[in-house]
């Protein structure tokens, strides 16, 4: 499945960095051509041996996000979220070809890959998304019926966001990379690690200015509009009263 052409084609970096994980959503029904693009995009994530074990299940109707939000220990903001969408995993696929440790880890890590692919395009499509983990499994298993060997790994939820959350503080790089062993902090050997950070910093810089130029000229833009529509209904009334003092005249 391809991307639909009318959607809107976002720099994946830009994705990266700008990404939030949204938990108020609008009531806005969220397009099925937006919601394929996103689950394509879990499709198309990297997966150990190519198995492909994750399966993706659409959950749309408010009796099955309320039962996930119940299962999610009662985390009943994802309600307002329209759309949902539970990542399982097929065990016995995976067990067969990496036994213990393709359930433990590999299932895991695909999982993870998958939805991350999927936010990402939430983000891509003008849809807020966020990720979640807390959960009791047995629940999840009652409300959709899963077979024994199918486990639930996350759900994202989707649709438009109502909310604008702030950017959490994050590490900087020289603060989480390590040289050669871990503890190596010398990141100066890093070749043209001041390039790299300065870059960076420069590109965080970028999209910060754009978005705030963005949300100004938006504002502007409806500022403009309103005094141009006060300006019309103001004619409006104008000619309404010479029209009316017109008739009025013997």
């Known amino acids: 499945m391809q991307q639909a052409s009318h959607l809107p084609r976002v720099d994946v970096l830009e994705a990266i960095r700008l990404r939030r994980s949204v ?65 399982v995993m097929m065990l016995k696929k995976i067990r067969d070809f990496y036994g213990k440790r393709g359930v433990e880890l ?20 003008g849809l807020g ?19 024994a060997d199918i486990k639930p790994m996350g759900i994202v939820t989707l649709g438009y966001p109502a909310e604008d959350p702030e950017e959490p503080l994050k590490f900087r790089l020289e603060n989480v990379t390590f040289m050669d062993r871990w503890g190596q902090q010398n990141v100066a050997r ?33 500022q403009g509009r ?7 209904k103001e004619k409006a009334d104008q000619m309404r009263k010479k029209m009316e003092e017109s008739r009025k005249k013997p």
């Open 190 to 222: 890093m070749k043209d690690i001041d390039a790299i950070l300065w870059n960076s910093r420069v590109v965080e810089r970028g999209i910060k200015v754009g978005n705030d130029l963005v949300k100004a000229v938006d504002i502007h833009t409806r």
């Open 129 to 147: 998304s966020c990720f979640v983990s807390a959960f009791d499994e047995d629940k999840i298993v009652e409300v959709f019926n899963l077979p």
């Open 23 to 87: 938990r108020k959503y609008t009531d806005t029904p969220v397009e099925w051509d937006k919601i394929g693009t996103i689950v394509d995009a879990g499709r198309t994530a990297p997966s150990a041996g190519n198995l492909q074990s994750w399966r993706f299940i659409v959950v749309e109707s408010h009796p099955k996000r309320r039962g996930l939000a119940e299962a999610c220990l009662k985390q009943y903001w994802m309600e307002e979220a329209p759309v949902h969408i539970l990542v």
């Open 106 to 125: 590999y299932a895991i890590q695909d999982a993870a890959m998958a939805a991350q692919n999927m936010m990402l395009a939430a983000y891509s499509v």
């Open 226 to 232: 309103k005094k141009l529509i006060e300006k019309l």
